[in-house]
């Protein structure tokens, strides 16, 4: 399966990726080339195999609500490359923020 | 479904509504990692390297959290899925450290649902239909401070990672009124079943809500007509229920409108997003992420399925209590109020619910203290605020005034008086009591206190003696200037006896 340069584009936009058009070229092949290889997985036939959502045969992992101490503030914000002193710095962004 | 005409029958359009509500689960700790979910702490105090997304981490799931789920969506009458699991919704934005949100996308733990709304007053009644409840954490709060003019975003990630519960309705809804009352049911559900507190101040509880308009056309030349759809609006920013009624009720006028101008119909424009400006009352546009609707989800390869069985299912609901429903009907069975009294009092939470039947228990009368609860106790701790739980005066300390006014000591607005004396003084029932100069009067002083009126009114004792009766209303006035104690039904009775007996 071959990707177009307009797929490379999109997921680049959506990785938020300045990519130059040598970049696009160079990745829609490279790309392609994973791609390719994942495809051959398509010529196994799976009409009896049921479908996995997980590697690892294991389920119901928990553990339970129970308070474990947090960072420290200064922990928490000493690999940020902007903060005050408690909270991290972004340039200005407008618009919603929370749970989608 | 009860389908029934909710919008006002002199609208010439049928207002469709959906509502998409996350409320956050009321757990200590946050949905993958042990910080604490705790509201109002510092900023970036309640973080560490899995809710902030640090290389390395790994997030396990809080069993409670997910109880409280399946407890939500059981008392939302969802079916359980046997197996669920979770999946990445990838975007960027700064309050997502880790750049994608752990929520469910294909299969989510419960989904067809439904939850009714009746008024009590009657104005309406809808079953909604849930199409899913899942499981998500929530993001971190980005704040902007526009006035102070600098060009910095601050990022508090105390939030980050918390349990919520997405539940998504079927647009059902016909009415503004309609999505307003089916939330105060919905919040008074999960308030009752322990599953969140949903104090929208604290944003324990948020309301999207999708709206358009269905426009009956008529056929034109003998042809049939057909229901024109407005395109759907998705309204955000709505802080409190009273909001998602006012903007409700601005979005269908506007769409009303818009419509009678440009004639646009569902499908020929994207689905557009407005936020409600609460001191304006208006709902403005809002600018989309972009590519937002590309999520690229994939299954969490960081999380291990949950499987679900009939056996945990049948546990899950045996610990869940009754829900308000339930509760409205047995309170109303077994105290002998009306639906619309037990509607009252369901409605203030179980605590008061706990307070009125304590009340109820010692009175032996439900009506009587269902009266007192309404008129008396409500109504002071609206005017005061705070919980019942606060309330300075007590179900005994009631229940020892009305045991007072039934004994005859006193009618039930000198009844009134006292419980006022109470509360603000503090004092016992008994010595307030004295302080107002209340003693019972005997049936000695009563006889005389009568026989004196009597004497003073031979009109009235005429008019009562030509059958009357309703004069004898002239003496209760007179009788309370002399002696303010004196109860007004046992003085008319005592005239009337007294003039039945005159030659
Ligand atoms: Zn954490």
Redesign the interface.
């Known amino acids: 399966m071959a990707l177009t340069r307009q797929d490379v584009a999109?997921v680049g936009?959506?990785a938020?990726l300045a990519l130059s058009g040598d970049d696009v070229d160079r990745m829609t092949g490279e790309l392609s080339k994973i791609v390719g290889f994942v495809s051959q997985l398509e010529e196994l036939d799976t009409n009896n195999v049921a479908p996995l959502?997980?590697?690892?045969d294991?389920?119901?992992?928990?553990?339970?609500?129970?308070?474990?101490?947090?960072?420290?503030?200064a922990e928490?914000?000493q690999s940020a490359p902007?903060h005050?002193g408690?909270?991290?710095?972004?340039?200005?962004?407008?618009?919603?923020?929370?749970?989608? | 479904m009860s389908k029934q005409p909710a919008t006002a029958a002199s609208d010439p359009y049928i207002t469709v509504i959906g509502l998409e509500v996350?409320v956050q689960l009321q757990?200590?700790?946050k949905l993958f990692?042990?910080?604490?979910t705790r509201f109002g702490s510092?900023?970036?105090?309640?973080?560490?390297?899995t809710c902030?997304g640090l290389p390395g981490s790994l997030p396990?799931?809080?069993?409670?959290?997910?109880d409280l789920a399946v407890r939500a969506a059981l008392a939302l009458n969802c079916k359980i899925a046997p197996?669920t699991?979770w999946d990445r919704?990838?975007?960027?934005?700064?309050?997502l450290p880790k750049g994608y949100?752990i929520?469910q996308y294909d299969?989510p733990f419960s989904s067809d649902g439904h939850l009714e709304v009746i008024d009590p007053k009657g104005a309406f009644s809808r079953k909604v239909d849930i199409i899913r409840v899942h499981l998500?954490?929530?993001?971190?709060?980005?704040?902007?401070d526009e006035a102070a003019g600098t060009?910095?975003?601050?990022?508090?990630?105390n939030r980050a990672g918390t349990p919520?519960c997405?539940i998504v309705s079927q647009p059902d809804l016909r009415s503004p009124q309609e999505a307003r009352g089916w939330l105060n049911e919905l919040k008074l559900l999960l308030v009752y079943l322990g599953v969140s507190d949903c104090n929208m101040q604290e944003?324990s509880l948020?309301v999207d809500a999708n709206v358009n308009l269905h426009i009956p056309l008529p056929g034109e030349g003998g042809a049939e007509g057909r229901i024109a759809k407005t395109p759907i609006v998705e309204i955000?920013n709505m802080n409190s229920f009273r909001s998602v009624e006012r903007a409700l009720i601005y979005e269908a006028a506007r769409q009303w409108e818009e419509w009678q101008a440009t004639k646009v119909e569902m499908g020929k424009m994207p689905k557009q997003t407005r936020?409600w400006d609460d001191p304006a009352g208006i709902t403005r546009p809002?600018?989309q992420?972009?590519?937002?609707s590309?999520y690229?989800y994939f299954?969490e390869?960081d999380?291990?399925?949950?499987?679900v069985s009939d056996a945990e299912i049948a546990t899950a609901r045996a610990a869940m209590g009754d829900p308000p429903t339930v509760l409205r009907a047995a309170l109303a069975e077994k105290w002998k109020i009306s639906a619309y009294d037990a509607d009252v009092l369901v409605n203030q939470g179980r605590d008061l619910v706990a307070w009125y039947e304590d009340l109820a228990t010692r009175v032996g009368e439900g009506k009587v203290a269902s009266n007192w609860m309404q008129q008396d106790v409500l109504r002071t701790l609206n005017e005061r605020g705070g919980t019942i739980a606060e309330f300075p005066v007590t179900p005994e300390q009631v229940a020892d005034i009305i045991g007072r006014v039934q004994k005859g000591d006193f009618d039930t607005s000198r009844g009134r008086e006292i419980f006022a004396e109470v509360l603000t003084s503090g004092k016992a029932v008994a010595d307030v009591v004295a302080s107002m100069g209340i003693a019972a009067v005997s049936d000695d002083d009563l006889v005389a206190l009568c026989q004196e009126l009597l004497a003073a009114n031979p009109k009235i004792v005429a008019d009562v003696k030509g059958g009357k009766e309703q004069a004898a209303a002239g003496l209760i006035g007179q009788a309370k200037k002399k002696n303010p104690n004196a109860n007004p039904g046992k003085v008319r009775q005592m005239c009337l006896d007294l003039i039945k007996a005159l030659p």
């Open positions: 999109k936009l959506l938020r959502a997980h590697p690892l294991t389920q119901n992992v928990f553990r339970a609500d129970e308070p474990k101490p947090s960072l420290t503030t928490a914000l902007r005050d408690s909270c991290f710095l972004v340039p200005a962004v407008l618009g919603e923020s929370g749970a989608a | 996350h757990t200590q700790t990692c042990g910080c604490s510092p900023p970036n105090t309640q973080v560490c390297p902030l396990v799931m809080n069993r409670l959290a997910f197996f699991k919704k990838n975007y960027f934005y700064p309050d949100q929520s299969l998500e954490e929530d993001a971190g709060k980005s704040m902007h060009a910095d975003t601050r990022i508090d990630l919520l997405e944003g948020r955000k936020g809002q600018r992420k972009e590519e937002s590309d690229r299954p390869p999380l291990v399925p949950v499987t």
